[in-house]
């Protein structure tokens, strides 16, 4: 017997201790209780996350991360995803309040993406069953919608999880344990702001739980209120792009950071023969002047909102009853509203957003010969016959193309449109989860669980400062009638339309702005239907080893979402791009099974020697039918060694976005391979100026490059029939500035998608020596993890989507996926260039992952090391987790040139966090210390290419129990205000807009301070 107690206080130590600090104070705990040599223990057999069958204590065949109620209190997050973020396991998150300040859709979401392999091969559950998605569309959770107060521990599993809890388990999964059998009444308040003064925010919380019929029954329920304030980069001009109030010190370290959308306007004065435009700025003096950075610039950090503000609201409840001694129903129910305000600087709204061609491609202002008579003309632009363009203006377009009628002539322009009050989005998010069900026992040695799981996630955005492009055309084409400059549209002035003046700081009046703004937004849910069913049981006296475990069951889900788009976004009638309505639905029938069969035990050198086998099979109404399993193997040669491996083949099946998005538009900037291609006796070749943006009849008059004739890509190129008609035309294929900046395209869901799949091979050791007092509080675990995924979803790219199409005459197949989402201007002006470049989601990629992972853990009564009879010295413990990552690449498509991301930032070679607490009677202090190692930028932009070097952040708490009631603490994140600092605002290094650091892997808030209480009837 005592072999088995020591089996299980190994295991329980090294996994749990090791942990990223998984409960400091409960490592403490565990240490100063641990079973002596004559003291007799009692271990209850529960489930872990990593398997259903029922385990002692927190024996897991994979490595498993835990993080404690403890834990949670002693960071002083509000978020439990802003915790699990920390842990070296995790990589870069999408969605933060620091990284969604302007997002088109989930503005306040905060996600957990483990090992960088993306939040949708991420599983979240919530007491071993799935929870809805808060990213409409995804499997991707909301970590918002699970409050911090409610939670007993989370388990974090990393590696394919797949044959045991379902799909989307390609990286690992997040189990959140919640409270239960809580009786009593707590009240929680906790306040908290930045040593700048911004981000303040609050929480309150009310738990309260309670027996009734005799004891039978349970129920524990949790009251949450957040709010979290916001973070502007005109408050943060030390590390930001400020210019304001005479600070120019950043602005000297990073020049041309200021855009060229001004509040007074810019003009685009086009040039004859598309040779571009030039730009140009009406001064106060009315003088018309060339445009600069220094002197006109816009420095949008003014009005740049750093971290999205947003308040919630949440309620948790959970009921157990006990039917008799055999079975028990249970329930859990979740309800949360959030709401998000962020903010931007104003629209910046051009002509090239205002006019488009004949095939409705938005176009810069261009002179030329449209009409083919031999006369130039401009098009695309403001009239400068309209009253609203100033004289001197009309005067310098006249001067660039004389000989032009002024009917004929037109500017463009670049402005902020301030006038209508900065951007912004207005979102409210709503989530319903309702679990119940029943388990128990059918023998003494079979148990049961069957349960419902319905959610819900509800999405509402309203995003303000955008325009309604044809009512913004006509305020822009003015006439004076009486005196009184009015629209020149006599039905648009009777709606209410007034002239805008956009060469003119404050040249919009309140009545133009009700005239023309737009009120754009979003409505999207996601649903989701689950039937879970599983008997969990032992087969006693088959092996001599012990009772083999098994588990048998089977879980139909069905999964519906839409997100709607306003009118207007769909139609493309404003600013914003044009976005139609996604909508998708799927349902999986599945069945799952696992055994655990010991095979050898109290051996000499094989105490324990386990097999265990997971297999899942799925039947998908999209992707068809999957299959996946895990194999593993625990050896425990003696009491304080155990040996563990374990293979698995996972899969993931594509999401609603995945398969049915129809469409979401961008305007990407490409290089078009066939740009200068021509004919020279009846063979493809190249020009010797194949590029110009400035004077495409430079190309045509370059000369035909003799070593391209016959080159593959030109041949490639004359297949294409737009590209030969362009060449019959003007003798050659030289783009204008337009048609170069006029490409649109829309990113496609693939309703063929297939699943992805990933092998997964995890081996490592767990030791917890039990040679003397002093050793046995030590316990260390090393594992070793690789993970490769095949069949990734991902696309082309529309770049390589070009290249690839056109790379010889064998590859310009029109149907292939290279060329399929190619599509050219098949008549006109514009023939051959560039219309449309789709892409559609493809299995594509091929991602590996490899590394280490290092957790050990060790706890000491002060008292133990130096005997003070009169006083009690406290104790010290202390637990560390350490990643080492070994290769971290990916292959975007087969044939393409492998990339590799291990080293650079988001995914350093090596990450570790370090936590320490001292208690002594009623004071705990906690300190966190977080270490990120050197990285490299170059990935991002190689103009902005560095090596950033590693950085340590430290955080500190202090708690004291005033009295078996009442619990105070506070706390500083963030101690000696470390930061990152990273040249660009623009993302110029991958970085969040706004950021002059990656606030995804550095802390960006810098040192921030918070205090609260716990007060307990």
């Avoid at 291609?677 to 495409?696: E, H, K, M, W, Y």
């Amino acid at each position: 017997m005592r072999t088995h107690l020591f089996r299980r206080h190994l295991l329980a130590t090294t996994i749990v201790g090791g942990a990223l600090a998984a409960a400091i104070p409960a490592l403490a705990q565990t240490a100063q209780s641990s079973p002596g040599a004559n003291e007799a223990t009692t271990v209850d057999e529960i489930v872990v996350t990593g398997s259903r069958i029922a385990r002692p204590n927190q024996d897991s065949p994979v490595p498993v991360s835990v993080i404690t109620a403890q834990h949670i209190e002693a960071t002083g997050q509000m978020n439990t995803g802003d915790i699990l973020r920390t842990l070296p396991e995790a990589g870069v998150s999408t969605f933060t309040p620091t990284t969604t300040t302007f997002a088109t859709a989930n503005n306040g979401v905060t996600t957990v993406d483990l090992r960088n392999l993306g939040e949708n091969r991420t599983l979240v559950l919530v007491n071993g069953r799935r929870h809805v998605a808060g990213v409409v569309g995804s499997q991707i959770v909301d970590f918002n919608t699970i409050p911090t107060d409610f939670i007993e521990r989370v388990d974090v599993v990393t590696g394919a999880a797949s044959a045991v809890y379902g799909s989307d388990a390609l990286a690992g999964v997040i189990n959140i344990i919640t409270q239960k059998d809580f009786e009593g009444l707590e009240l929680s308040a906790q306040g908290g702001i930045t040593d700048r003064g911004d981000n303040e925010n609050y929480k309150i919380g009310l738990k309260f739980g309670s027996n009734f019929a005799d004891d039978r029954g349970n129920f524990v329920g949790s009251l949450g209120w957040r709010k979290t304030g916001s973070v502007y980069a005109r408050d943060r001009c030390d590390r930001q792009m400020c210019v304001d109030a005479g600070v120019t010190s950043a602005r000297d370290q990073v020049p041309g950071i200021f855009s060229s959308y001004i509040p007074r306007g810019t003009a685009l004065i086009p040039r004859p023969g598309g040779l571009g435009n030039l730009t140009r700025v009406v001064d106060d003096s009315g003088a018309v002047v060339p445009y600069t950075n220094a002197g006109f610039g816009y420095n949008r950090a003014a009005e740049r909102q750093l971290y999205v503000p947003e308040e919630q609201i949440r309620f948790n409840g959970q009921a157990t009853y006990n039917i008799n001694d055999n079975h028990r129903f249970f329930s859990e129910m979740s309800l949360f509203h959030g709401r998000t305000s962020s903010e931007i600087e104003g629209n910046p709204v051009g002509s090239d957003n205002i006019y488009t061609n004949e095939f409705g491609i938005d176009q810069f202002p261009d002179c030329r010969d449209f009409d083919g008579d031999g006369d130039s003309e401009c098009r695309y632009g403001v009239p400068i016959a309209s009253a609203i363009v100033p004289t001197a203006l009309a005067n310098a377009v006249r001067a660039q193309n004389p000989g032009v009628a002024d009917s004929d002539l037109v500017v463009g322009f670049r402005r902020r449109i301030n006038d209508v009050g900065n951007r912004g989005n207005d979102s409210e998010r709503s989530m319903a989860r309702l679990v119940a069900g029943f388990e128990g026992d059918i023998t003494p040695n079979l148990s049961y669980e069957l349960s419902l799981n319905y959610g819900r996630s509800d999405y509402d955005q309203r995003t303000n400062g955008d325009v309604i492009t044809s009512r913004f055309k006509d305020a822009l084409d003015a006439v004076i009638v009486g005196g009184e400059t009015v629209c020149r549209d006599t039905v648009a002035r009777a709606q209410g339309c007034r002239p805008i003046y956009v060469f003119q700081e404050g040249g919009i009046s309140k009545e133009a702005v009700d005239y023309f703004k737009a009120s754009t937004g979003l409505d999207a849910f996601q649903e989701q239907y689950i039937v879970n069913g599983y008997v969990n049981g032992t087969l006693p006296n088959v092996s001599p080893a012990g009772d083999i475990g098994f588990v048998i069951g089977v879980e139909y889900r069905e999964e519906e979402a839409r997100s709607t788009p306003d009118p207007l976004t769909q139609k493309g009638l404003a600013t914003g791009n044009l976005t139609p309505e996604t909508r998708g639905a799927f349902d999986v029938r599945e069945a799952f099974a696992e055994l655990r069969v010991p095979l050898l035990a109290d051996l000499p050198y094989a105490q324990a020697l386990d097999l265990n086998l997971a297999a899942r099979v799925s039947d998908y109404s999209t992707v068809g039918s999957t299959t996946a399993w895990a194999a593993s193997l625990e050896y425990q040669p003696v009491e304080w060694l155990k040996l563990r491996s374990q293979y698995a083949v996972a899969v993931r099946a594509p999401n609603i976005n995945e398969l049915f998005n129809a469409g979401s538009q961008t305007f990407p900037i490409v290089t078009d391979p066939c740009e200068g291609v021509t004919l020279l006796n009846g063979q493809a070749a190249f020009f010797n100026t194949r590029s110009n943006i400035a004077d495409p009849d430079v190309v045509l008059n370059s000369g035909v490059d003799a070593s391209t004739i016959g080159n593959a890509v030109a041949q490639a190129c004359m297949l294409d029939p737009a590209v030969v008609a362009r060449v019959a035309r003007d003798g050659g294929f030289a783009l204008t500035q337009p048609e170069k900046q006029g490409t649109t395209g829309f990113n496609i869901g693939n309703p063929d998608l297939t699943p992805e799949t990933s092998k997964t091979f995890t081996a490592g050791f767990l030791f917890n020596p039990r040679w003397n007092d002093w050793w046995s509080r030590l316990s260390v675990s090393v594992d070793y993890y690789d993970i490769s995924i095949d069949d990734g979803v991902g696309t082309y790219g529309r770049q390589t989507s070009l290249n690839r199409c056109y790379e010889n005459a064998a590859s310009y197949v029109p149907t292939s996926p290279f060329c399929g989402g190619i599509q050219r201007f098949a008549a006109g002006s514009s023939v051959g260039a560039l219309n449309q470049l789709d892409i559609r989601n493809l299995n594509l990629a091929v991602i590996n992952v490899e590394g280490l992972d290092l957790k050990a853990s060790y706890s000491l009564d002060l008292n133990d090391a130096f005997p003070a009879p009169s006083m009690d010295l406290g104790s010290v413990s202390a637990s560390l987790t350490y990643s080492h990552l070994l290769d971290f690449g990916s292959t975007a498509f087969p044939g393409a040139a492998s990339q590799t991301f291990a080293g650079t930032v988001g995914s350093p070679e090596n990450e570790a966090v370090l936590n320490l607490l001292y208690a002594r009677g009623p004071l705990q202090a906690t300190v966190g210390v977080q270490y990120v190692g050197e990285a490299d930028t170059g990935h991002f932009n190689e103009a902005w290419k560095s090596a950033l070097p590693s950085m340590t952040f430290v955080n500190a708490q202090v708690r004291y129990e005033l009295n078996e009631r009442v619990n105070v603490y506070a706390g500083v994140d963030n101690v000696f205000d470390e930061y990152m600092f990273i040249a660009g605002t623009n993302g110029d290094n991958g970085q969040a807009t706004g950021w002059t650091t990656f606030p995804d892997v550095y802390d960006g808030l810098g040192r921030r301070f918070y205090g609260g209480f716990r007060f307990s009837f």
